[in-house]
T-cell receptor, first 112, second 115 residues
């Protein structure tokens, strides 16, 4: 089955700086890669996703890049703000499997 | 609020008791998923419904677990004879029909504590 690894497990950045979280996946058939933000006591919230026919996608301060050859994808957050502090999860899905396999999460802390 | 709704938000139960959780998906979403999340981990897939049909179950879903979606709308997840290892956050998600790989919207979860 699919295995998703996520690094780093914790990340602290100064407010205004950029944050990068990286994930690798094992199943070359995976073709959908969402990123979720989870705040304490809440369910995961989708913040951005990318499909395998696209190499990069951007939404305001958030961007995701995908390298299918290397089987890794990354989340980039620019101009970080205190409200970006949360746990971020990457995930991968093979359309044939209809389920998401999640990474182990990155706790992002923005230092004011 | 038109998001995914889960009830209850918290449940404390004694070992050996049965518990049932409810999930109301976003209306018109025909896919419904149950995931389990333990502390410090990402959500793990448990089971999935397309309308009322349960199409896949993870091996994590022992025979003490049963899920239903009788009319293709809300779903229930029952755990019989709870064990301390069942303590976790149980998350429900739904996604719309159509293109595969569309986003799954999660509820707030039900946090189960077995004492």
């Amino acid at each position: 089955g699919e295995n998703v690894e996520q690094h780093p497990s914790t990340l602290s950045v100064q407010e205004g700086d950029s944050a990068v979280i990286k994930c690798t996946y094992s199943d070359s058939a995976s073709n959908y890669f969402p990123w979720y933000k989870q705040e304490l006591g809440k369910g995961p919230q989708l913040i951005i996703d990318i499909r395998s026919n696209v190499g990069e996608k951007k939404d305001q301060r958030i961007a995701v890049t995908l390298n299918k050859t290397a089987k890794h994808f990354s989340l980039h957050i620019t101009e970080t703000q205190p409200e970006d502090s949360a746990v971020y999860f990457c995930a991968a899905e093979n359309f044939g499997n209809e389920k998401l396999t999640f990474g182990t999460g990155t706790r992002l802390t923005i230092i004011p | 609020d038109t998001g995914v709704s889960q009830d209850p938000r918290h449940k404390i139960t004694k070992r050996g008791q049965n518990v049932t959780f409810r999930c109301d998906p976003i209306s018109e979403h025909n896919r419904l998923y149950w995931y389990r999340q333990t502390l410090g981990q990402g959500p793990e897939f448990l089971t999935y419904f397309q309308n009322e049909a349960q199409l896949e179950k993870s091996r994590l879903l022992s025979d003490r677990f049963s899920a239903e979606r009788p009319k293709g709308s809300f779903s229930t997840l029952e755990i019989q004879r709870t064990e301390q290892g069942d303590s976790a956050m149980y998350l429900c998600a739904s996604s719309p029909n159509g293109l595969r790989g569309t986003e799954a919207f999660f509820g707030q979860g039900t946090r189960l504590t077995v004492v």
